[in-house]
């Protein structure tokens, strides 16, 4: 599974931003994906997974109620819309994927994009 992640970029505390992530080279109705970000300095951390279903997406403690995971089988996409932004989510994101099931668990994921450009949340 190939992994191609795109938006990012400068914001201010309490605007929005949507992330996504095209997949290719797999049944993309098959795959779980996930997010996951790595602040300056930081490891990687997880922020969100949805299941191949879109069923059941989970979230990290730090982003819920403000972060939301959807997946667009027909575009082969899943997106990360991020609300009310907090200087505390400025990193790069990464998306992953797998198959059916999502975790929260960096080493469950095979398949990586290769991070967004950064997001500075100021």
């Known amino acids: 599974v190939q992994l191609q992640a795109s938006g990012g970029g400068l914001v201010q505390a309490g605007d929005s931003l949507t992330l996504s992530c095209t997949a290719s080279?797999?049944?993309?109705?098959?795959?779980?994906l996930g997010w996951f970000r790595q602040a300056p300095g930081k490891g990687q951390e997880f922020v969100a997974t949805?299941?191949?279903?879109?069923?059941?997406?989970v979230y990290a403690d730090s982003v819920k109620g403000r972060f939301i995971i959807s997946k667009d089988n027909a575009k082969s996409t899943v997106y990360l819309q991020m609300n009310r932004l907090k200087p505390e989510d400025t990193a790069h994101y990464y998306c992953?994927?797998?198959?059916?099931?999502?975790?929260?668990?960096?080493?469950?994921?095979?398949?990586w994009g290769q991070g967004t450009q950064g997001t500075q949340v100021t």
């Open positions: 949805l299941n191949a279903n879109s069923g059941s997406p």
């Open positions: 992953a994927a797998r198959y059916f099931v999502g975790s929260s668990h960096i080493y469950d994921y095979p398949s």
């Open positions: 080279g797999a049944a993309f109705s098959g795959l779980a």
